[in-house]
């Protein structure tokens, strides 16, 4: 028995910035939703997180990568990329 992808969305977000103790942490995560189907429509989705970028106090920019499923410059491209589309 196979399955027909019905819909597919994925995408690397940034998101809500959040600031602890003079930290600002901004979060990078994937976001994947499928439709599959064969006797019915079934969802399911996943959020994975890839990178963090953080923020001192001071101002110094750390990037920190959680994935190794891509490369870092291919994380922030997607992100260019997604500034580009709004």
Known sequence: MSFKNRAFYDKILLGKPKTIK????????GVTIGGYGKFGLFFCGSI???AFIIVDS?????FYQVSNDTTPSKL???ITSLLDEE
């Open 22 to 29: 003079g930290f600002t942490f901004i979060p990078i995560v």
């Open 48 to 50: 994975s997180p890839k």
């Open 58 to 62: 001071i101002g110094e920019v750390s």
């Open 76 to 78: 922030l491209e997607s």
